[in-house]
Structure formats: structure tokens, C-alpha cells
């Protein structure tokens, strides 16, 4: 009979390299080398347009050549520094100087005291530092409550439709986004439809406030009776009634769809056009039949009708989609956009809409998402 073997106990620096691995492994959350590098760069390129668009630049170039780059560090500097607030400056200020001066020598009564203030420096940025991340942490705990309540106003899964396929989704660029999309039965209207995608001006926490009254205007608009352009002219009421005099507009396409004829009507605000793919191969393009809503409250609004016939594809999506951009500054842009549809022409609603998200991320790489992603689809079969 066989001796069973002992195991010989892990040695010391193998515990040691497992924990430093485990460590690493939390830091980047599995992220390789190159994808931390993409996302660092991708956000210095960010920080830097968020400061220098607060820099005189028209000033600095009149100086000495010789003396831009330092003007130029300077300037982002004050910009940075007027970032924080009064108290965190001068602890900024004082840091600085800290770290300038590593070393003073103190003498008195016949000793001399040699200070490491170089430490104390460090030992202040890393206060402020903590400082600054601790409001970033509150910040993002009101913002994931805020993206709880507008994932909750918006729908989780598409209405079932006879005779028809539907597919939605949306990204925001920050925490909470300005884009909405919707689709339910119009109840003065009984068996039609309405779908919507609207984009309001702007991102992150004003343009999502926005789109939760936009929404709640829709609804409420959508319960009496009228027709489209009734229900446009409305929603263009209330949206000039909170867009700070037209600064927060809202593009939109809004449409009725009766799913038994195939007829569709429809008003595009101001709104990216959306493709209508035929079951032949051919494309058309519903174009904005006026302005974004917000920009004037007598605006008169029409719709426009069409029809959807078997095979034949509807695809409404946001500027964020063709606006998308790589880490070279290069937009996604329409004509590659239109080549996903061409090429998966034919393609059920979900797949091709998961199929537009994976070609526009592909494209975009490690750069930040700048503005919100919403598409939606809607089949005849």
C-alpha cells in the first residue's frame, strides 16, 4: 500500500505574490495594461477640455512664443485651482510650497531641528485628495439613486405588438442622460401605438430632469383626444415652458402606428432622421417635419404619413449613435451607420439592434462616451 505524500505548505512569497495579484486584480477590475492605458488617456483628453475651455487662449497667443508654454501652464493651473473650494486652494497653495521647500532647519537654544516638510506636503495632497474623492462618493450615490428613478420611467421591455417586432435601448454618456424612448397603446385610439424617441439638449442631471417632465408631458398629452399634431403642438407647450428660452430644446420623432394597415404617422422635431429600410432593399428617410420642441411655444406643428409594409424595417436612434467618436477625434457618422443596416438588412429587431451597439463600440474603442446612445427598432413581420 502507497505512503499518501504530504503537500508541502505554500511557501511565503507565494502568499505574498497571490495577495499582490489578488490586489492588482481589484485595482483594474481585470483591465488589461492597454485598455487602462486607452481609458487613461481617454480621460486626461476629457480633463483637459473641461479646463482649457475656461482659458483665454486669444491672450496667451499675443505674449512672447517663448512664453506660451508657461502661460499656458499657468492658466490651467488657475483654472484648476479656482475648481476647488476658497479652503482647499490655500491647502493646495501651502502643499505646493511644502514640496518645493523639502527640507527646513529650525534653530533655537542652541539646537537645530532639520524638518521634513517634503512629508507634510505629501501628507496634505493626499488629505485634499481625500477630501475631493469623499464628495465625488456622496455625488455618486445621489446620481445612482437618480439613475434607479429614471430606469424606472423608462420601459424594460418592448410591448408586445401582433404582426410586429420592437427593440430599444439606451446609454447614457454620465450617470443619468437627457435621451428617452417609449412605446404604448394610444387609449383614445384604441389598437394604435405610439412610439417615441426625443433627445433633450445637453447631458447628465439638467437634460435628465428635463426628460422626466417631457415624459410625464407626453403621457398625459397622449390620454386626450387629438390627433398627432395636436399631441406635438402640446408637448412643444409644455416643453417651451421649461426650456430656459429655448436653450434646452428637445429634438423628438414621435409616431402613431396603426399595427393592422401599417400606416404610420408621424412628427420629427428637429429630430436625426430616421432610416425606413424596405423590404426591396430600398431606403428612405423620414426628415424633420419642424423644429425641436422648446424653441417656440406657437410653432406649428403637421405630421406626416407612411407606410409599413411586411419586411420592411424602422430605425430611430439619437445623434449620440453617428456622433460617437474614436480616441482620433473621428466620428462614427452616417454612412457607416448606414452600411451595419444595409449589410444586416433582413435581421430581426433585437439582433440588429445589438448588432448597431457592438459596430458603434468597436469603432469607438477606449475613447469616453460623449454624449448619450439610444436606438430603437420596429419591425413589420
Not at 510650497?97 to 533655537?108: F, I, K, Y
Not at 455618486?140 to 404582426?163: F, T, V, Y
Not at 428617452?180 to 430632469?209: E, I, N
Amino acid at each position: 500500500m502507497a505512503t499518501p505524500t504530504a503537500t508541502a505548505p505554500p511557501r511565503r512569497g507565494h502568499k505574498l505574490g497571490m495577495r499582490l495579484k489578488d490586489f492588482w486584480h481589484q485595482v483594474t477590475e481585470g483591465a488589461e495594461l492597454s485598455q487602462l492605458w486607452g481609458q487613461f488617456k481617454s480621460e486626461a483628453r476629457s480633463s483637459y477640455g473641461l479646463y482649457s475651455r475656461e482659458v483665454d487662449w486669444e491672450q496667451i497667443r499675443t505674449g512672447p512664443r517663448w512664453k506660451r508654454p508657461f502661460r499656458t501652464g499657468w492658466a490651467l493651473f488657475k483654472v484648476f485651482l479656482m475648481k476647488l473650494s476658497p479652503a482647499r486652494r490655500v491647502l493646495l497653495l501651502l502643499a505646493i510650497a511644502l514640496l518645493l521647500w523639502p527640507r527646513t532647519t529650525v534653530a533655537g537654544q542652541g539646537t537645530v531641528i532639520s524638518v521634513d516638510t517634503g512629508t507634510i506636503g505629501v501628507l496634505l495632497v493626499f488629505l485634499l485628495l481625500a477630501l475631493e474623492l469623499a464628495d465625488r462618493v456622496t455625488m455618486k450615490r445621489d446620481l445612482e439613486i437618480a439613475r434607479d428613478i429614471q430606469s424606472r420611467l423608462l420601459p424594460n421591455e418592448p410591448p408586445k405588438i401582433p404582426g410586429w417586432q420592437l427593440a430599444f435601448r439606451t446609454r447614457a454618456a454620465n450617470t443619468v442622460g437627457g435621451d428617452y424612448y417609449d412605446s404604448f397603446p394610444r387609449a383614445v385610439a384604441p389598437g394604435s401605438m405610439l412610439v417615441a424617441v426625443a433627445d433633450v439638449a445637453g447631458k447628465s442631471v439638467p437634460a435628465a430632469l428635463l426628460m422626466a417632465t417631457f415624459q410625464a408631458s407626453l403621457e398625459a398629452l397622449a390620454a386626450l383626444p387629438g390627433t398627432l399634431a395636436d399631441l406635438a403642438r402640446g408637448l412643444n407647450r409644455y416643453t417651451s415652458a421649461h426650456s430656459l428660452d429655448g436653450l434646452r430644446f428637445t429634438t423628438a420623432f414621435v409616431a402613431e402606428i396603426e399595427p393592422s394597415t401599417g400606416q404610420l404617422d408621424y412628427v420629427n422635431a428637429g429630430h436625426n432622421a430616421p432610416f425606413l429600410m424596405r423590404a426591396s432593399g430600398d431606403i428612405e428617410r423620414l426628415e424633420a417635419t419642424a423644429v425641436p420642441f422648446g424653441i417656440s411655444p406657437s410653432t406649428e406643428y403637421d405630421y406626416k404619413s407612411v407606410p409599413i409594409g411586411p419586411g420592411d424595417t424602422l430605425i430611430v436612434f439619437s445623434d449620440g449613435v453617428v456622433e460617437a467618436v474614436n480616441d482620433r477625434e473621428e466620428e462614427y457618422g452616417e454612412h457607416r451607420f448606414r452600411d451595419v443596416l444595409v449589410r444586416l438588412r433582413g435581421t430581426d429587431a433585437q439582433n440588429l439592434l445589438e448588432a448597431v451597439f457592438f459596430d458603434v463600440d468597436r469603432y469607438v474603442g477606449h475613447a469616453r462616451q460623449h454624449d448619450d446612445i439610444t436606438c430603437l427598432v420596429l419591425r413589420r413581420e
